[in-house]
């Protein structure tokens, strides 16, 4: 458009940079951003909005505070989307302050302004701010909307208990769940393997007629699987209703949990004969399959299809490539893998670290593990367990305690 010589107009530059944002690109959204500026043209809330996010989500977050200083109007999704920057920078105590200012202006909080803060609460154990905050929800309204960011924003940060309860009393509050509700809840089902409490929530959907969308559907494979009724989650995975990607993946690591490899690579060859694309998620589910039948061929095949999306740089996916690796008796492989990884999680390191125990290199293992803590990694019982093994295995009997020790 620029080299033909038309000029732009301000409808012009949202989808642009709203373009920028669903490809994080974080240097040509500020060279939108100065032309705009340059050619005359105000930011109003629907660029402001899709920038700061751009900014804050792309470690930019200086640029985005920056921004929504200058925003001379700010609607709801704009406070919105700079407390969710802090927030996603770890910058809580910004995140709160831009609540509070929220707060003090005309502009009225909603659900996703609530589920945000409330998770600033959980991560840094404000136990009298979530309060408080829970009373200002009540206060605020009772949709079903509300119910869902508390609920959802619990499950999120691991307090399960707590989801339960809201659950209950949003029912008890006359306000009935949608499919939104079901999903965010039944991850903290999942988390218990309650299986009889499944079954309730599974029945309450049938008999209201909710809607089975993709994420309600691959959230109840997920709970039946994980609480070990397989030909449960089969049904619900054969009804029929749409499938995707998600609900695929949720077929496969369920398959996975329950030792049914053969299953779980059944389910990947057909999705990619439907021409579905499988995603980091699904690629770290159906390695361990391969580790776990030992089939080294399939498994360097996607390997290859790892490198060849790119997604090599991912953690879980990563250390799932070497797991496979290190179970089909490639450990010089499992190492390269390793050693190639750009980012590396605590699941990585303990991948490495048994492979190196259960496959007869004791002593690379202990090297490892104390590597590891070199690194700043805190260790997990897994690790733990695999260095323990390791010294097992070493001559010197009393290793393992001047090891632990040390």
């Excluded at 409808?11 to 005359?40: E, Q, S, W």
Aim: proline share 3%; net charge neutral; hydrophobic share 45%.
């Amino acid at each position: 458009m620029l080299g033909c010589g038309v000029c732009p107009d301000k409808y012009t530059f949202p989808p642009v940079i709203k373009a920028c944002g669903g490809l994080n690109n974080v240097r040509l959204g500020k060279m939108v951003h100065d032309t705009m500026l340059l050619m005359g043209f105000s930011v109003d809330e629907f660029v402001g909005s899709s920038l700061i996010k751009l900014y804050a989500e792309n470690g930019c977050i200086e640029d985005a505070r920056c921004l929504f200083g200058k925003m001379p109007h700010k609607d709801c999704v704009l406070w919105n989307v700079m407390l969710n920057g802090f927030v996603k920078c770890g910058e809580s105590n910004s995140a709160i302050q831009v609540f509070e200012e929220m707060r003090n202006c005309e502009t009225k909080p909603n659900s996703t302004t609530f589920a945000s803060v409330l998770s600033v609460c959980a991560s840094e154990a404000m136990l009298q701010f979530g309060t408080q905050l829970h009373g200002l929800v009540n206060d605020a309204e009772t949709s079903v909307v509300t119910w869902n960011g508390m609920i959802a924003g619990h499950v999120q940060n691991g307090f399960m208990n707590e989801a339960s309860h809201l659950f209950s009393e949003m029912i008890a509050a006359g306000v009935k769940p949608d499919s939104i509700t079901l999903a965010s809840f039944l991850p903290s089902i999942i988390e218990s393997a309650s299986l009889r409490q499944g079954k309730e929530i599974h029945g309450y959907m049938v008999r209201h007629d909710v809607t089975l969308d993709l994420f309600l559907k691959s959230a109840l494979i997920d709970l039946y699987f994980k609480c070990r009724d397989v030909e449960m989650a089969c049904k619900i995975f054969n009804q029929n209703t749409v499938i995707d990607i998600v609900v695929c993946t949720a077929m496969i690591s369920g398959y996975v949990l329950n030792g049914l490899n053969n299953d779980a690579l059944d389910i990947f060859r057909w999705l990619l004969q439907e021409k579905m694309c499988p995603n980091a998620v699904t690629l770290a589910s159906i390695l361990p399959a391969c580790a776990g039948l030992a089939t080294l061929k399939l498994g360097k095949e996607l390997h290859a299809y790892v490198l060849k999306g790119g997604l090599d740089g991912k953690c879980h996916v990563g250390s799932a490539v070497v797991d496979m690796y290190a179970k089909c008796g490639k450990l010089d492989l499992a190492h390269q893998v390793f050693s190639r990884m750009s980012e590396k999680d605590v699941i990585c390191w303990n991948a490495i670290i048994t492979s190196c125990s259960q496959n007869g290199k004791p002593q690379e293992a202990i090297h490892l593990f104390r590597q590891m803590g070199m690194q700043g990694m805190n260790y997990d019982c897994v690790g733990i367990s695999a260095a323990l093994s390791a010294c097992a295995n070493l001559p010197a009997l009393c290793y393992g305690k001047r090891f632990m020790v040390s």
